[in-house]
Antibody
Framework: EVQLLESGGGLVQPGGSLRLSCGAS????????MSWVRQTPGKGLEWVSV????????EYADSVKGRFTISRDNSKNTLHLQMNSLRAEDTAIYYC?????????????WGQGTMVSVSS | DIQMTQSPSTLSASVGDRVIITCRAS??????LAWYQQKPGKAPKLLIY???TLQSAVPSRFSGSGSGTEFTLTISSLQPDDFATYYC????????FGPGTKVDIK
């Protein structure tokens, strides 16, 4: 059974940094793309970033480009999202999602989410 | 960027009803269109991808059709477990979600 468990969320001041992690189990981690998707009541669902299973390709939403960095450690079955220069509009529930292929922005399994709040 | 719209935004229906949700893309997303179901406090669940391919273990009462800029999700006979919010998502050009359609009890 696929399991994804996010951690690292919390309250941070504008301009601050936060690193999210997602531990994965139940599948061959290196074979699948992994993504971060966020959700707010106001803006709905937004795909934040994706990284290929083979750790070669990454892509970002324009709203986070240059501020967020996605990475993965295939030896530890872990996905990360380094978030810098955080803004109030980054406040959201952040989900990690597994894709069904080595690359692409589809999510066939999702974690339970971790809340990120950016406020002074 | 490809923008997505959905209609209706809310749909009131009864158990056994046939339900159709429409999703439109601002430009062609070919067949790179997925549908998700989300219940309160839970993560989205993938129902359909590639416009019409049913994800494993999803009941056959769910079906998808369309290509290019217009897509539909059909629930042939609404069940109590189906009251939820449904989102379309294009993945032809990075990814964009629609605003969602809430299916509630009539």
């Amino acid at each position: 059974e696929v399991q994804l468990l996010e951690s690292g969320g919390g309250l941070v001041q504008p301009g601050g940094s936060l690193r999210l992690s997602c531990g994965a189990s139940g599948f061959t981690f290196s074979g699948y793309a992994m993504s971060w998707v966020r959700q707010t009541p106001g803006k709905g669902l937004e795909w934040v970033s994706v990284i290929s299973g083979d750790n070669v390709k990454t892509e970002y939403a324009d709203s986070v480009k240059g501020r967020f960095t996605i990475s993965r450690d295939n030896s530890k079955n872990t996905l990360h999202l380094q978030m810098n220069s955080l803004r109030a509009e980054d406040t959201a529930i952040y989900y990690c999602a597994k894709g069904p292929f080595n690359w692409g922005t589809l999510g066939d399994s999702w974690g339970q989410g971790t809340m990120v709040s950016v406020s002074s | 960027d490809i923008q997505m719209t959905q209609s209706p935004s809310t749909l009131s229906a009864s158990v056994g009803d046939r339900v159709i949700i429409t999703c439109r893309a601002s430009q062609s997303s070919r067949s790179s269109l997925a549908w998700y179901q989300q219940k309160p406090g839970k993560a989205p669940k993938l129902l359909i991808y590639q416009g019409s391919t049913l994800q494993s273990a999803v009941p056959s009462r769910f079906s998808g059709s369309g290509s290019g800029t217009e897509f539909t999700l059909t629930i042939s006979s609404l069940q109590p477990d189906d009251f939820a919010t449904y989102y379309c998502q294009q993945y032809h050009d990075f990814a964009t979600f629609g605003p969602g359609t809430k299916v509630d009890i009539k």
